[in-house]
Every structure is written in C-alpha cells, then in structure tokens.
C-alpha cells in the first residue's frame, strides 16, 4: 500500500486537506487505535479489562458499578477524590456522536444532593461529532462536564480500579 499525502474528502479519519474538520494533532491517535485493533481485536471500547489495561498498563482489578444509586454515587465521587482510575462508557446510548465508547471519569463539582456535576474525557480528544456539533464550553477538547442526570441517563455504568 503507498500513500500520495492526499485524504479523500469523504474519509472519517486524518482530514490533512480539511483542517476544518479534523485537527491533524488526532492522526495519532488514529493510527495507534487502527493498529491495536488489528494486533487485539476489538474487545469493546467500554469494557473494564480492555480499556483500564491500556490506560493504566497494570494488572485489572476493577469494581463495576452498573446501578447509580445512593451507594454507587458515594463510590463514584470517593474514587475521584483519591485519584483512582475510572472508567465509564456508553453502549447503545449516544453522547455527542459517540456509541460503544469509554470515557474517562476525572472530576466532579457542586453539591453532592442537588447539583452534581461529572467531568469526562473523551480519549479521542473531542467533545462531539456530527454536523453541526457545537461543544459546551466553547472548547472541543474531549472535557465535558455531565449533570448527575446526563451521566445517569447516558453512561452503562463505571469502573473502579482498586
């Protein structure tokens, strides 16, 4: 396979001759994706053993937390607080633009009863696609921040590594 330097205009990937549809700063992040799936499968972005492995490199040992109740909320907030990997993601949900996708869990503000609020990190560093997506905040950097009720609604649950 040889490569001219030109992306046709319809791929999803590296946009080199349409900077305004992707930043070339994401090609790696593409390529390194592309090339795990083909040396691993695709073992499904959102699963605890798959994704907490590859961004931690060590050994798996993760609590799910399928529900969100009282309990699961006291063991989200808790993890964040003392800096422990967490990873969540949605399945048939869609967030953005983004399906069967894992999310990074790195932060929470406001009153843990009334207005909590969860901040994700895309690892593809976007905060959406799609035409005519707008980020949040003004910035699409792959930080979005959720209401507790977004992140219920959404999120098939989270990991917890131990």
Do not use: C
């Not at 992040?29 to 994704?51: C, D, E, K, P, W």
């Not at 961004?55 to 529900?67: E, I, L």
């Not at 990190?121 to 959720?146: E, M």
């Amino acid at each position: 396979m040889r490569f001219d330097g030109s992306v046709n205009q319809y791929d999803t990937g590296t946009a080199v001759n349409r900077p305004d549809r992707v930043a070339e700063y994401e090609s790696w992040v593409l390529l390194m994706h592309r090339a795990f799936i083909q040396a691993y499968g695709n073992l499904g972005s959102s699963s605890n053993t798959y994704t907490l492995h590859n961004a931690t490199g060590g050994p798996v040992r993760a609590k799910y937390y399928g529900s969100f109740d009282y309990n699961s909320k006291v063991a989200l907030v808790n993890a964040i607080n003392a800096s422990k990997p967490v990873v969540t993601g949605v399945e048939d949900a869609n967030l953005f633009g983004a399906t069967n996708h894992a999310f990074a869990v790195v932060g929470a503000r406001g009153d843990f009863f009334s207005s909590l609020e969860i901040l994700v990190y895309n690892p593809w560093g976007k905060d959406g696609q799609g035409y005519g997506f707008q980020p949040r905040d003004g910035r699409d950097d792959g930080f979005i921040w959720l209401t507790w009720s977004e992140f219920t609604s959404v999120m098939d649950g989270f990991w917890v590594r131990q």
